[in-house]
């Protein structure tokens, strides 16, 4: 059973670039998070992708924007990079079950992202 | 708003020693979730545990075992006897249910603590 899936691993890009990251999630799941970490720091919270759809979403701009695709994978984008963008981004599944309780989110090893 | 509080920046303690991380929280709703993540050097989240607000109920798994109180607002972790392979930055997260659609909103992480065991 493949847990969360990400790519690339490391990533270094200039300021001002545009940077995609690939999450492919837990078999089952089908609810998709993206997070931030900043060397030092807890994570924070991206977005959250259901149904193809962002369904809520953290204190971050509009330079960061996502995708979910059909089979659940999603992407992160962010545009114009800043030096503040360097930082290991983390993707979750899950699985939204109405009604129930069972809600446990799985974490992918993560992308590491250099803003130069 | 949601808020995770973990006091203790960084703990070390010699191999075979108890050690209890804490962990207090904030939220306005009735129905949320609480999480313990590690993660060692590596950088991955590993899930430890997951519990919802309406099970008080203690839980031990192996070594681990984790205090959920409700009246102080508190999801303590403690780990016996622990072992070098303990070391990591342990975060408590929460998070609060969305409404009839089920599931759960992101996780706010408290800032985390870093966990040093020594031989």
């Known amino acids: 059973d493949a847990g969360v899936t990400q790519s690339p691993t490391h990533l270094i890009k200039t300021r001002g670039q545009q940077v995609t990251l690939r999450c492919s999630p837990k078999s089952g799941h089908d609810t998709v998070s993206w997070y931030q970490q900043a060397l030092g720091q807890e994570p924070q919270f991206i977005f959250q992708y259901y149904e193809e759809e962002e369904r809520q979403r953290g204190n971050f701009p509009d330079r960061f924007s996502g995708h979910q695709f059909p089979n659940y994978s999603s992407e992160l984008n962010v545009n114009a990079l800043l030096l503040g963008d360097s930082a290991l981004y983390l993707c979750a599944s899950s699985i939204r079950l109405a009604g129930t309780s069972s809600y446990e989110q799985y974490f992918g090893p993560g992308t590491r992202l250099t803003v130069t | 708003a949601q808020k995770v509080t973990q006091a203790q920046t960084e703990i070390s303690v010699v191999e075979k020693e108890d050690v209890t991380l804490d962990c207090v929280y904030e939220t306005r709703d009735t129905t949320y979730y609480l999480f313990w993540y590690k993660q060692p050097p590596s950088g991955e989240l590993v899930f430890l545990i997951r519990?919802?607000?309406?099970?008080?109920q203690n839980e031990i798994s192996g070594r681990y075992s984790w205090n959920f109180q409700k009246s102080t607002s508190s999801f303590n972790f403690t780990i016996t006897a622990s072992q070098v392979v303990d070391s990591a930055v342990y975060f408590c997260?929460?998070?609060?249910?969305?409404?009839?659609?089920?599931?759960?909103?992101?996780?706010?992480f408290g800032k985390g603590t870093h966990l040093i065991i020594q031989p």
């Open positions: 519990r919802n607000s309406f099970d008080e």
């Open positions: 997260a929460l998070s609060e249910a969305l409404g009839s659609g089920g599931g759960a909103d992101g996780l706010t």
